[in-house]
């Protein structure tokens, strides 16, 4: 089969026009591969066992443009195997078993491995990742996948346990910048006539902007180079403005059906719970920047309201409900400000977890027990029938008692008496708290041997 790496290397002179430069600019050798370090730096375990031609299968997790399909490609050089490529989105249970046979061949007739490259594997439904463990299994194929997902959750647990996973992280600007000034050095498309000028302050805010993608970084950076060329002919400059009007809006990661959606809205919460408006209010926008659905946010924020901040400021579930109204009626990115109002107020607003305590704690005890019946003196009596069993005999109105209040138990008879809210004492829970202290002395003592009200 052809050989996958017969392209012309980096600075050689001879790359194709149409061949983009984050193509052109891809290493072909570990020591030019940027931001890996704690797995490809000297002496790491896994730098160790490639260079000794030594590949086990892997799964590569990490963000877009960090380097999973060229590490992969220059494992299968350093173990001097075939290397097959494979993308989940458009290749089935067919095109694995066409890959498996072609690499049983490869190994049988002329002893050498194959790499069987799967790119976004996490796009694999289960019966489609089932059938590639027989092969990783007997070594027909070496698998490394690459995904941007958590492959706790998207890869099955047998295909997980016969791969080492290996996590790529996002590169920083200092690796991004370099990769943009090597790029600059000696790609001879970028350095042909008329020969741009790069302006530092251009390729800093390159280099941030890409958000740790080299791919987003060195297209940009090509963009710039041909629009600047356009621009003036002779001397071609490329200056911070110049990339803000290709850039545009800086690359946010942002998956709304991935693990970085509920990273992001638990962070949000956490920030919330904190009494941090600012952290709030940051994970906030980048969530709405991202895309995300405003009404997701502002459902889990009225959650929020009644969880976390509860009777300790009741108002909080009234903002809450009148923020999602008017984020319905004004629409975005206006409606965004009703959001942040709302984030804001949770965050500063005291707390008392008091309510989702009670849910839990009654929640648990129903379960827990079985079903006693309604006391006679509670049940409503519509008919002649119903007054005659005694339904709602001895009921005591309590309005009828001076504060509008008597002593009555409004539990199942055979039922003891239970305590599942225990109001804490902070901003209007505090007054909740003292006047069921004065309403159920007994039962609300001012010292809780639960240690939470």
């Known amino acids: 089969m052809p050989d996958l790496f017969d392209r012309p290397p980096p600075g050689s002179g001879t790359p194709s026009l149409f061949q983009p430069l984050a193509d052109r600019r891809r290493p072909v050798t570990l020591d030019r591969i940027r931001g890996q370090d704690h797995l490809l730096g000297p002496g790491k375990p896994l730098r160790t066992l490639l260079e000794a031609g030594r590949c086990p299968s892997m799964i590569f997790w990490g963000p877009p443009g960090c380097g999973k399909t060229t590490l992969a490609r220059v494992i299968a050089r350093l173990a001097d195997a075939e290397f097959i490529p494979l993308s989940a989105v458009t290749s089935g249970v067919r095109e694995l078993k066409d890959a498996c046979e072609q690499a049983r061949i490869s190994r049988t007739h002329h002893g050498r491995a194959t790499i069987l490259f799967i790119d976004e594997i996490h796009r694999y439904n289960k019966s489609q990742q089932d059938a590639l463990l027989p092969h990783v299994e007997s070594g027909t194929v070496i698998l490394i996948g690459a995904t941007t997902e958590n492959p706790s959750f998207e890869i099955v647990s047998a295909l997980l346990s016969r791969c080492q ?17 090597e790029a ?56 911070p403005a110049l990339v803000a009007e290709v850039f545009q809006t800086k690359a946010l990661r942002y998956d709304k059906g991935g693990e970085e959606h509920y990273n992001l809205i638990s962070a949000l919460h956490k920030s919330l719970r904190g009494s941090d408006p600012d952290a709030g209010l940051y994970w906030l926008y980048r969530m709405l920047e991202g895309g995300e659905d405003a009404r997701f946010i502002l459902r889990r924020l009225i959650r929020f309201a009644s969880e976390d901040v509860g009777m ?104 003891p008496t239970r305590r599942f809210y225990h109001p804490k004492p902070l901003g209007k829970e505090k007054g909740t708290l003292e006047r069921l202290q004065a309403l159920w002395p007994d039962r609300y003592k001012k010292r809780q041997p639960d240690g939470d009200g």
């Open 165 to 181: 996973v290996l996590v790529l992280q996002p590169l920083s600007p200092a690796d991004v910048r370099r990769l943009l000034d």
């Open 184 to 239: 600059i050095a000696d790609d001879p498309q970028l350095t042909r006539e008329p020969r741009p000028t790069w302006e530092d302050d251009a390729l800093d805010r390159i280099a941030k902007l890409a958000a740790g993608d080299a791919r987003i970084a060195l297209n940009v950076l090509e963009t710039c180079t041909e629009v600047a060329r356009q621009h003036d002919p002779y001397r071609p400059v490329i200056g």
């Open 312 to 415: 300790a400021d009741p108002f909080a579930l009234t903002l809450a409900m009148s923020a999602a109204q008017a984020f319905d009626y004004v629409g975005p990115p206006e409606g965004h400000l009703a959001i942040a109002q709302l984030a804001v107020y949770l965050a500063v607003a005291p707390k008392s977890n008091s309510l989702y305590l009670a849910e839990k704690r009654v929640i648990e005890a129903i379960r827990a027990g079985g079903e006693p019946g309604v006391p006679l003196h509670l049940r409503n009596a519509p008919t002649r029938l119903m007054k005659e069993l005694a339904y709602g005999k001895e009921y005591r109105y309590p309005h009828d008692y001076p504060g509008g209040f008597v002593r009555e138990n409004y539990f199942p008879d055979d039922l």
